[in-house]
């Protein structure tokens, strides 16, 4: 959705949105994230329709009034969190610090002390970008992988961003060797796990979901440890960046579906916590639908 957005919007838009969000204290952009949230939602039918469609199956249980107001308020959410993506790089590191809660911080020394570089997974929840912010902010390296946008100027400004915020950027269309050399450099790589794919099918809120084994089959490969991390919002520009212990990594015939499963799963714990700060409108059970799974 995001990307269809932005090929609609051009250059010349994006530019002007940007300056003029970058000049607005973080409640006041964040207010105005809200209200862009909730036209899209009035006039964005398709992706309305899938992000309930969505909530019936992770949650038969709640009443459809329930899933109404959440579909709302993800679409709130991912307003917020645009805005807050293009003020990258307005902030200072003393400011990303003092606005984040870090919970889980022994399971990243544990992973920094094995010395052989990590996998972040995470997905589109919460703040993805704040944690590679905070990474940064804290004196650590990361570089990320990031699926191009159509246009090639929307594409540059996307990538000066989240270079303003200090991260390195990889282009997801030839990222497998990137992401080994970051490995032996002993450097760490943010990899988005939750988009709909066709490697292997695991569960997801308790259905099957076709999802990608990148993160498993390098993880095995290169004995790099694959750390779950997000960042959870807590108000106008406050976060808390919790990190979980390192995905086991077993042996055996079955152990990238094990670790990809294992990855799902401690995703889907993340977003029952905090449901309306996930993708919902992303067509996630897609290849698992064609595939005659649902």
Request: hydrophobic share 40%.
């Amino acid at each position: 959705m995001a990307s269809k957005i932005l090929d609609a919007v051009g250059v010349p838009a994006f530019d002007v949105a940007q300056r003029f969000i970058v000049r607005r204290s973080d409640d006041r952009a964040e207010a105005l994230g809200e209200r862009f949230g909730m036209l899209a939602f009035r006039v964005d039918k398709k992706h309305r329709q899938r992000t309930v469609q969505n909530l019936e199956l992770a949650f038969p249980e709640w009443s459809d009034a329930q899933r109404q107001e959440t579909a709302k308020n993800v679409f709130r959410h991912f307003g917020r969190m645009w805005v807050q993506f293009m003020r990258n790089g307005s902030r200072s590191k003393e400011t990303i610090q003092a606005a984040t809660t870090v919970v889980g911080l022994e399971h990243l020394l544990a992973a920094e002390s094995e010395g052989k570089g990590i996998l972040f997974v995470t997905g589109h929840f919460g703040n993805w970008e704040w944690i590679g912010q905070w990474l940064v902010a804290t004196g650590r390296k990361l570089t990320v992988v990031q699926r191009d946008a159509n246009q090639s100027g929307i594409n540059d400004r996307l990538t000066r961003l989240r270079e303003a915020g200090g991260l390195e950027v990889m282009s997801r269309g030839a990222a497998a060797r990137g992401i080994l050399a970051c490995l032996r450099r002993k450097e760490s790589v943010g990899l988005l796990i939750d988009q709909n794919a066709g490697d292997v099918f695991v569960p997801f809120f308790g259905k099957p979901a076709g999802t990608v084994t990148g993160p498993a089959v390098i993880g095995g490969r290169t004995g790099a440890p694959i750390v779950p991390g997000y960042a959870i919002r807590l108000g106008p520009g406050r976060y808390q960046v919790e990190f979980l212990p390192k995905i086991d990594e077993p042996e055996g015939d079955d152990q990238v579906e094990r670790v990809t499963a294992a990855i799902n799963a401690n995703l889907e714990a993340m977003v029952r916590r905090y449901p309306d700060q996930w993708l919902w409108m992303h067509d996630r059970w897609k290849s698992a639908r064609q595939a005659g799974m649902l």
